[in-house]
Structure formats: structure tokens, C-alpha cells
């Protein structure tokens, strides 16, 4: 019997779920499961998951006390929100979940490190080990240095809204345990850019995650490529051979529905007989290449900035929210 893509895959590649949809998870039954705000953010408006928002909004505010602004309650609420919703998946998932870091802090190295350690004390407290956890970071040179400090103290990091190969070996001498370059993103910039469509292997996001993957195994990097931000199922069948790829339940689902062939892209014996120069990376050639990269730059910011306005819409839902609890008035986040 043929098998679909999703089976062929799995045998090179580990399969990560890019959902805060808990359902969708116990579905597809993933190794690991990642999230970010804007994911987390449309979870949280679902009916099925309220009982989880409003536990973490009491808890909130209990500990605040009655005397708190229903803002600053909402605040403290959405850091909880995202621990809440790990530990669910964790109970699903057999590896890790990655949980982020709050966006607007993406060039403080100090609160970086800061509100990881914060986050890896509450899955402690929920009896969740720091081998189940990832701290996504994006991956400026403040949140790298960040990731490094984290990496030595055994709590291990995630560097997303990866776009430049400068990113990926700055992260990598960090000694981070994972990246997420965005293929998707960088396909939707190349695309507004040229006005042209791009296809299989001439993917701009598929390139630039080949690239990094050829650096890392050519070098021996122990950190690893986890391929993300995907917008159609044949960037993944190029990227198959990845160490891990994060997949949208949407596309898992069309996965599964496929049959074919999936012969592997991605061989880490190939890349080390591969003539590839070696970068010498430190802040002055970071912040050259960044510069000289308009796509990394472009998308690094609006990332940043995208990620951080959804951590605002989620603090104005929960402030919303527990105004309805407490007059007791039906409403949905």
C-alpha cells in the first residue's frame, strides 16, 4: 500500500505541529508542538479552550489582589496563558513545546533572560522539565547573547523569525539548541518584491533554509534546523530530510491526503563533502549582513512588530474577558 507524504516525511524528518489548537494536535499526534502570540491569540477566542482563559485570568488576579487594574491583572494573565497552554500540550506531545519569549523585549538581552527563566520556573512548578521546553527568542544579536547566557544554564532555546544565513550561524556559535528559519516569509517577500511566483527548489525560502542546513552539518553544529512559516506543501516536500519541520494543521492534513513519492532533499553526508566557506561571525559582520539583507531586515522588524501587536490584542481580550467574569456578564475572549 502507498504511503502519503506525512508518513514518508516522518521517516526523515522530525514532524513539530504549528498550532496552539490542542485538538488539531491530538489529531496528527506530532513529536513536538510549537506556538507563538498570534497562535496562542486565536486559541484563546475558541469556545472549547474559555475554561483554560479564565482559570489563568483568576489565578491572575488572585494573586495580584483585588486592588489591581483589570490591565495589569491581563498582563500578568497572558505570560501565564502561554505556560497554561504548554502544559495541555505537553500532555499530548511526547518531545517539547516551545514557548516565546514576549516580543517587545527582542533587543533586551536582560528581560530576555529575565522572563525565560520566569517561564521555565512556572513548568517547574507544573512538575515540567526544562528537557520539555524550548524559550523561542527572536533572533536579533540581543536575543542571541541572551540564548547563550540560557544555553549555559541548561534551559534551551528556540531562535525564531530566523531569515539570513548571519542569524543562523550567530545563533549556532551561541551553542542554541534549535533554529526556525521562516521559509514562508521569505517566499511572500521575494514574491512582493520581483512580482514574480516561485516554485520547488527555486524557492527563495527553500533555498535559504538549504543553505543553512548545508552550513550547520558541513560544520558540525550541534544546533538544529527546524524549517517553519510554510505557505503550500511543496516548500516541505523540499525540505524533506530537515531535522525537524513545523507544520500548520492544514497542511499536515493535505500531507496525510497525498500520495507520491518523497524521495529525501536534505542529507547531512551530502552537505559535509560540499564546498562551503567558512564566516567568521561576531556584531560587526551580524549587523553588516543584516544591513546588506533587505528581506532579513524587512522581515526580522515586521516580525517583531507583528508578534508584539497580537501579545497586545491578547492583553486587551483577557482585560475584556475579566470584566465579563466579574459582572458576571457572558462574553467571549
Not at 528537557?131 to 540560557?150: F, P
Not at 534551551?156 to 549556532?172: D, E, K, P, S, Y
Amino acid at each position: 500500500m502507498p504511503q502519503n507524504l506525512l508518513e514518508q516525511l516522518r521517516t526523515y524528518t522530525v514532524v513539530v505541529a504549528d498550532t496552539g489548537d490542542i485538538e488539531a494536535m491530538e489529531e496528527f499526534r506530532p513529536q513536538d508542538a510549537t506556538t507563538n502570540p498570534s497562535l496562542i491569540t486565536a486559541a484563546a477566542q475558541m469556545p472549547q479552550y474559555q475554561p483554560i482563559v479564565d482559570g489563568v485570568l483568576m489565578d491572575a488576579k488572585n494573586e495580584l489582589g483585588e486592588g489591581a487594574s483589570d490591565k495589569s491583572v491581563a498582563n500578568l494573565a497572558f505570560k501565564r496563558l502561554a505556560i497554561a497552554f504548554g502544559k495541555k500540550i505537553l500532555a499530548i506531545v511526547p518531545g517539547r513545546v516551545s514557548t516565546e519569549v514576549d516580543a517587545r523585549l527582542s533587543f533586551d538581552t536582560e528581560r530576555t533572560i529575565a522572563q525565560a527563566r520566569e517561564i521555565i520556573g512556572l513548568y517547574k512548578k507544573a512538575g515540567i522539565g526544562t528537557d520539555r521546553v524550548l524559550i523561542k527568542i527572536a533572533s536579533t544579536w540581543e536575543g542571541i547573547r541572551a540564548a547563550e547566557v540560557l544555553e549555559k544554564e541548561g534551559i534551551h532555546c528556540n531562535l525564531t523569525l530566523l531569515f539570513g544565513l548571519h542569524q543562523a550561524i550567530a545563533a549556532a556559535e551561541a551553542g542554541v539548541t534549535l533554529i526556525s528559519p521562516f521559509v514562508g516569509r521569505i517566499l511572500d517577500w521575494y514574491k512582493k518584491s520581483t512580482g514574480k511566483d516561485f516554485h520547488g527548489a527555486d524557492d527563495p525560502g527553500v533555498q535559504s533554509v538549504t543553505r543553512v542546513y548545508n552550513y550547520f552539518k558541513k560544520f558540525g553544529y550541534k544546533t538544529v534546523v527546524m524549517g517553519a512559516s510554510f505557505r503550500n506543501i511543496g516548500e516541505i516536500c523540499e525540505l524533506a530530510g530537515c531535522d525537524l519541520l513545523t507544520i500548520s494543521p492544514q497542511l499536515l492534513t493535505e500531507l496525510e491526503k497525498t500520495e507520491g513519492a518523497l524521495p529525501r532533499k536534505l542529507d547531512p553526508e551530502k552537505a559535509k563533502g560540499m564546498a562551503i566557506a567558512k564566516i567568521a561571525m561576531d556584531k560587526a559582520t551580524f549587523d553588516r549582513m543584516h544591513k546588506e539583507d533587505p528581506m532579513a531586515t524587512d522581515k526580522l522588524k515586521e516580525g517583531i512588530e507583528g508578534f508584539s501587536a497580537a501579545l497586545e490584542k491578547l492583553e486587551g481580550l483577557l482585560a475584556a474577558r475579566l470584566a465579563a467574569l466579574e459582572s458576571r456578564a457572558p462574553a467571549a475572549v
